[in-house]
């Protein structure tokens, strides 16, 4: 795991310092923006989830229980997507408004929907991610997040240099998450769901079968949750206040240092 973070921090402070660069601080301020709802509105998505799978997943893993595990995790992940779906429409269909009273630039709103499509994909890169820990492949949890690092690098720079400008910086982020959500989803289902030993008589109380096992993931990671949403939000908050009182080309020096 360490392994893998420092490889994927090392490919995004080449990507961020160079598309920095490459932007000026402007045009930064406004790509920094245009992240803030839709990382924003991602953080109410796990609901403690992502925890309460890496744990619940080593537990059951080391008590040789594979058919709990099954449903589990796909019955979090399905919850997750019904919540990430839902997340996702209300920032593409609310952009307008986000972008004019919210931030004061009418401009972002094609940016903001444009950021808010990864969102899908993050809940899918995620879930599948903490699946990973918790099963004991650390290996597919660093491969995915440096395939999105690389990704969001290449994509990123490449476009930006093209002269796409911000929409090259925001495909390249979507892109980086959408191929490491498609990868991580692969790998979840080819190299583990299917060498799991699912339940194939799970047609018994479906719905309490459903309820109980979503309650035991919200009553073991909310407090998680909350820190975590806190912690959170503090960051998107400070954003949004810069960008009511200050400049782009303020908000976009401040961001590049803070990469550092």
């Not at 660093?142 to 490449?158: C, N």
Request: aromatic share 10%; charged share 15%; proline share 2%.
């Amino acid at each position: 795991l360490v392994t893998g973070q420092i490889a994927a921090l090392g490919i995004q402070a080449v990507a961020v310092f160079v598309i920095a660069r490459l932007l000026g601080p402007d045009l930064y301020g406004i790509y920094a923006l245009s992240l803030v709802f839709p990382t924003l509105l991602l953080i109410i998505v796990d609901l403690g989830i992502n925890q309460a799978i890496i744990r619940f997943s080593a537990n059951l893993r080391v008590k040789g229980r594979d058919q709990e595990i099954v449903r589990l995790i796909r019955r979090g992940l399905f919850f997750k997507l019904i919540i990430g779906v839902a997340v996702f429409g209300i920032c593409f269909i609310f952009s307008d408004y986000l972008a004019v009273h919210v931030l004061a630039r009418p401009d972002t709103n094609v940016y903001i929907r444009l950021a808010s499509t990864s969102i899908i994909f993050q809940v899918i890169l995620t879930t599948a991610s903490s699946a990973f820990i918790g099963l004991d492949r650390m290996e597919y949890s660093a491969l995915v997040a440096d395939v999105r690092a690389l990704a969001k690098a290449v994509i990123s720079i490449l476009l930006v240099i093209l002269g796409l400008s911000i929409i090259g910086a925001l495909v390249g982020h979507v892109v980086g998450f959408l191929a490491a959500g498609v990868l991580s989803g692969a790998l979840l289902y080819f190299k583990m769901y299917r060498h799991l030993n699912s339940d194939e008589n799970d047609n018994i109380q479906v719905e309490d079968s459903w309820k109980d096992s979503l309650k035991t993931l919200l009553n073991y990671g909310s407090p998680l949750y909350i820190s975590a949403l806190l912690l959170g939000i503090i960051p998107q908050l400070e954003s949004i206040i810069l960008g009511i009182f200050t400049s782009d080309y303020d908000i976009g020096n401040f961001k590049a240092s803070l990469n550092f």
